[in-house]
């Protein structure tokens, strides 16, 4: 049977959970569907947990700067409090029950499960007990983000490799690593890794 509401949020990253939010509070009646993680990308692959590990790389890099200015130093690089410091304080271990009960807490009405819209106003979801179909009175908010993309590059198919996603999680830095793509994303978490790295990362370019 159709489930009634005023509106639904289709993805609950910061942008959608921010509109759930705010309409919530507002007084309507909102439902608030996310596929992973309410909070999306930022808490828990993005933005606070690549600034742990920036700030990781920094103090490595200001340890390694005190000989030949303010005494002497020895920096041993170790991961691991990097990636407990990511696991607890950023992401609760990639879990959200903090950022769902935050939303149901100002009024929202939280389903997780995959949304597709099968009709005008009408938003079906795949959740882990079957099928949910909502019918929104006043609208429906897409806020469903960006996915990392796996470039069209030949072989890289067969090749393991990681995303922004297994480069937060991983709980052991590899002896050596190549990043493709130097942009804002690509920079960030090539640089604590690169910092401590044991055989060295280099920069090159693929063409
Ligand atoms: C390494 C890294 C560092 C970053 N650092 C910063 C920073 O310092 N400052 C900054 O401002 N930004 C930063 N960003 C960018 C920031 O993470 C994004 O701008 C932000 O997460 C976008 O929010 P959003 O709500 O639009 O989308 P998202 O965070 O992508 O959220 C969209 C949500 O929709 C869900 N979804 C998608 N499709 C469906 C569906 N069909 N049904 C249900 N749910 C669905 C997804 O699961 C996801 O949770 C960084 C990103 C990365 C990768």
Redesign the pocket.
Known sequence: MDERTDVVV????????DAAGQLAEAGLHVTG??????????PY???VP??MMIRAAGLLAEARRIPGMAGASTVTPDWGPVAARIRAEATDSWNDKVAVDRFTGKGGHFVR????ITAPGEVT?DTAGGARVFRARRGVVI??????AVPPISGLAGTPYWT?REA?ETEEVPQSLIVLGGG??GA??KSPKQASCSRGCSPGRAS
């Open positions: 289709i993805g609950m990253g910061p942008g959608g959970e569907i996310e596929a992973r993680l309410v909070g999306g990308e930022c692959w993005g933005c690549s600034k499960g995959r949304a597709r979801v806020a469903t983000g960006t996915e990392p922004n937060i804002a994303i960030r978490p």
